[in-house]
């Protein structure tokens, strides 16, 4: 056949359109991607993946590789997350979001099976937890019930959640760590005070789960994952710290029937029976199969190795993070992550807002990620942060970082942080979100300066100022019409 493009044309226009994108290794995006910084493993991963490039994971059975693939990565996670536990079983997922929609989805089910009740039970998050679980109350018809999270700490509290509980409770979510501060839940004590009024709990792993394990210090901290009596399911992303390309994650269960209730099967059609574990049918097997290989080349040795490196960076980080007046590292972070805020003990003309921060990092090529602040239920305020995620490629490159890191904070100290304009968010305060079309969206949008064509790549100090003072419906019309009018 007379191809219309050529092979190599095709290719190198690939590489002109991959010539605009963030660099995804060397270190200088401290988030979405996860560099290892090991040669060798990015080929390893793309070679598994071409073994596999044909196959469809819809059929295990026609397919058995899959299961093999499968099988093995369940059981990888189940020796470092549930030592000593027996019956603990799982399935692959493309990824954190389905993992944490799949736990909650096999606990509405199971939370309905056991009452008899067919009406919404409640999913319970500290404010911290990620917005995968958001999104999972959201697609799976669930109340929400947020729990504020200890302000200094960021923390959730085995008190607070023990007041959020009653019988309409089917799940209880704490994040090891938290993706905004890298903040660990206590985990055992959560466990302890959901078990006293029979609610699981589940533990977010999806960031810090294969990490943690080989963190220093890991044997003296309490245990946080599946050794705990009272955690029945756990999720950890091969996509970050397994090193594999996106699409891989793992999603464990203390027993047997909840995994099941994650299950979707349907003989209710003329076409083939219908057995799905996760929420795709047809679906690549090309991630898992990179995430084994990369595993099983690694192994736990190799995983200790990384995190060793990711842990000594995160430390010489904080550490320069702390030396830099007018900033301070938010709580105590355990793990990979750490959040940055302004210290407000600095007198107000020695204080660095965070997200100018984060824009004066990115002018000298580091690009760090900008939190907006928000109020907790209870009224207590989470300050505005800028996060790092540190990778081990990120031993590297730390005394340019933290060189950088200096020296940006000192081109913004004293400058007041953005505040959204309040005649326009007064305005915004009128608006019911319902009747904000595409149109009059983008007319807000060019009002306060945003232009969709023209993307992200400037400072973001403005928008995140926008986010936190715009009701939260209104932000999230806009922020959807931004990115819709970026793709369109
Ligand atoms: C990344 C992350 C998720 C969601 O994962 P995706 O892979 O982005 O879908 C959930 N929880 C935590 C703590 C995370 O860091």
């Known amino acids: 056949m007379q191809f219309e493009h050529s092979a190599q044309e095709i290719l190198s226009r690939l590489d002109e359109l991959r010539a605009a994108d963030a660099p995804t290794s060397g270190g200088h995006l401290l988030s979405y991607v996860y560099d290892p910084g090991v040669a060798g493993l990015d080929d390893l991963a793309g070679a598994a993946a071409r073994k596999v490039q044909s196959l469809n994971g819809l059929d295990p059975t026609t397919f058995p590789s899959v299961a093999t693939l499968e099988r093995d990565l369940v ?136 990490v943690l394990p080989w963190w220093p210090g890991a044997e003296d901290r309490p245990a946080w994952d599946l050794r705990v009596p009272g955690v ?49 049918g047809s679906r690549t097997v090309m991630p898992v199969a990179a995430g084994w290989a990369v595993s099983r080349a690694l192994g736990r040795s190799g995983f200790a190795e990384l995190t060793g490196r990711i842990a000594r960076a995160a430390e010489q980080l904080r550490k320069s993070v702390d030396a830099i007046d007018g900033l301070r590292v938010v709580g105590d972070p355990v793990g990979p992550l750490l959040a940055v805020a302004t210290d407000e003990g600095a007198a107000p003309e020695g204080r660095v807002d965070p997200h100018r921060w984060a824009d004066a990092v990115k002018d000298l090529g580091w690009t760090l990620q900008p939190q907006p602040g928000r109020t907790q239920p209870d009224g207590t305020r989470l300050p505005r942060t800028t996060h790092l995620t540190i990778t081990p490629v990120t031993e590297s490159v730390v005394v340019e970082l933290a060189d950088a890191l200096t020296a940006a904070a000192d081109t913004v100290r004293a ?74």
């Open 75 to 210: 059981a990888l996670a189940r020796s470092v997350l549930a030592e000593g536990v027996d019956g603990v079983v799982g399935s692959v997922t493309s990824g954190g979001t389905e993992s944490c929609l799949l736990a909650v989805k096999s606990a509405r089910d199971s939370w309905r099976a056991a009452t008899g009740r067919d009406d919404r039970p409640t999913l319970v998050i500290g404010s911290t937890a990620h917005a995968a679980f958001v999104k999972a109350a959201h697609y799976l018809d669930l109340r929400l019930r947020v729990v504020p999270v200890d302000p200094d700490t960021c923390r959730l509290r085995p008190e607070s959640v023990a007041a959020a509980l009653d019988e309409s409770v089917a799940l209880v979510v704490a994040s090891t760590p938290s993706y905004p501060h890298g903040a660990l839940d206590p985990v055992d004590e959560i466990a302890e005070v959901c078990a006293e009024q029979g609610v699981p709990v589940h533990v977010d792993g999806c960031i810090g789960a294969w």
């Open 415 to 488: 400058v007041p942080g953005a505040q959204a304009p309040a005649d326009f968010v007064a305005a915004a305060r009128q608006i019911r979100p319902e009747d904000l079309t595409s149109e009059n969206c983008a007319a807000v949008l060019s009002m306060v300066g945003l232009d969709p064509a023209a993307g992200l790549g400037g400072p973001m100090a403005e928008l995140l100022a926008l986010i936190e003072a715009l009701p939260e419906p209104v932000a999230e019309r806009l922020l959807v019409e931004f990115l819709a009018r970026f793709m369109d």
């Open 232 to 280: 029945a399911s756990l999720s950890v992303d091969l996509h970050k710290y397994g090193y594999a390309p996106k699409g891989v994650s793992v999603l464990l269960y203390r027993d047997r029937d909840r995994h099941r209730r994650q299950w979707f099967a349907t003989s209710a059609w003329p076409g083939y029976a219908v057995v799905n574990p996760t929420m795709l």
